[in-house]
T-cell receptor, first 116, second 115 residues
């Protein structure tokens, strides 16, 4: 089974509007971290936001917030006031802390296009 | 500033040649580095975990004799694609973490094109 599922291959949003990118995850590890990365066409991976499995509050970083619903195993990224520069590929990822070695498992990604 | 430096950013080579990609940690000692591969319009797939001073751990389906990883120092890991073929054309990106269980820092990636 896939550990990270992103069901939206592509999303369109108009500039200045908010957009939600979906992410669900699957793990039996009680300790894990959820991450969102942005990958523009240049290929670099830009860290956006992090949510720990034991965090009580939803993470926020500027215009980015993470809607963490633990019981539903979802970690949706909300981008408020979209900007043209937000057009990029967005990856949700998970790190299971109790695995033998701890690296990131990525979802398939969502391509976000912001229009003027 | 940048935490990870990866070179080259782009390489084009003939089929059958070998290509070396370097990944450097700029401001801390990294005992573990990760190498990912990304095909066009696909996600990042972990290829191997590079451990300083010991053999790399390869993911299932990744040929260790084809993708040679050397992590001889705490600041440098190299990935060598040996006898490259067109199907090896891909985006290769390294990453490392500064503290356990924190976010990964990524290099800028290497676009390999094998003709």
């Amino acid at each position: 089974a896939q550990k990270i599922t992103q069901t939206q291959p592509g999303m369109f949003v108009q500039e200045k509007e908010a957009v939600t990118l979906d992410c669900t995850y699957d793990t039996s590890d009680p300790s894990y971290g959820l991450f969102w990365y942005k990958q523009p066409s240049s290929g670099e991976m830009i860290f956006l936001i992090y949510q720990g499995s034991y965090d009580q509050q939803n993470a926020t970083e500027g215009r980015y917030s993470l809607n963490f619903q633990k019981a539903r195993k979802s970690a949706n990224l909300v981008i408020s006031a979209s900007q043209l520069g937000d057009s990029a590929m967005y990856f949700c990822a998970m790190r299971e802390m109790n695995s033998g070695y701890s690296t990131l498992t990525f979802g398939k990604g969502t391509m976000l296009l912001v229009s003027p | 500033g940048a935490v990870v430096s990866q070179h080259p950013s782009r390489v084009i080579c003939k089929s059958g040649t070998s290509v070396k990609i370097e990944c450097r940690s700029l401001d801390f000692q990294a005992t573990t580095m990760f190498w990912y591969r990304q095909f066009p319009k696909q996600s990042l797939m972990l290829m191997a975990t590079s451990n300083e001073g010991s053999k790399a751990t390869y993911e299932q389906g990744v040929e260790k004799d084809k993708f040679l990883i050397n992590h001889a120092s705490l600041t440098l890991s190299t990935l060598t694609v040996t006898s490259a073929h067109p199907e090896d054309s891909s985006f290769y990106i390294c990453s490392l973490d500064r503290e356990a269980n924190e976010k990964l820092f990524f290099g800028s990636g290497t676009q390999l094109s094998v003709l």
